[in-house]
């Protein structure tokens, strides 16, 4: 019965100590994992916060020299339209009138906008007959006659 006990002690501490020592290595593998997840995520976030910033960045450089591209543009047609006018009133004479007012530069701080037209606002809905539901209306389109009341 001695040895029986001496191999069944010995057996039971071996294996509560390579189960305790097992459980303390998978908790700090798994804590070494979620860490390593969290740094990860940490930096796609870093990343994508940082590739949006460079998106942005882009997207107003474009509009910004799209803007200044649109200035030298309107600039060059008057340009052309100056000097074509002014060929044709040295070369015609007479014969063409050109506004003194087509040759300037528009005036933006004038505020006169007497040339627009007035736009009514579009509607979001179909106007509805004098008889008839619109189509915002709740019972639009619902034929209540067949309902039971419940």
């Not at 106007?127 to 006659?145: A, C, H, I």
């Amino acid at each position: 019965m001695a040895s029986a006990t001496n191999l069944i002690i010995p057996f039971i501490l071996g294996c509560l100590v390579g189960g305790g020592l097992g459980w303390y290595l998978a908790l700090n593998s798994r804590s070494d994992n979620k860490r390593r997840l969290i740094m990860d995520l940490e930096n796609q976030l870093d990343q994508a916060r940082q590739s949006r910033a460079d998106y942005e960045a882009e997207v107003s450089e474009h509009f910004a020299q799209t803007a200044d591209l649109l200035h030298k543009l309107t600039d060059d047609y008057r340009a052309v339209y100056t000097h074509l006018a002014k060929g044709a009133d040295q070369l015609c004479g007479d014969q063409v009138s050109i506004s003194a007012a087509a040759l300037s530069a528009p005036d933006d701080t004038s505020g006169d906008q007497t040339h627009w037209a007035e736009v009514a606002q579009p509607l979001d809905y179909a106007p509805k007959k004098p008889d008839e539901q619109g189509q915002l209306s709740e019972t639009f389109g619902l034929d209540r006659s067949n309902t039971t009341p419940a």
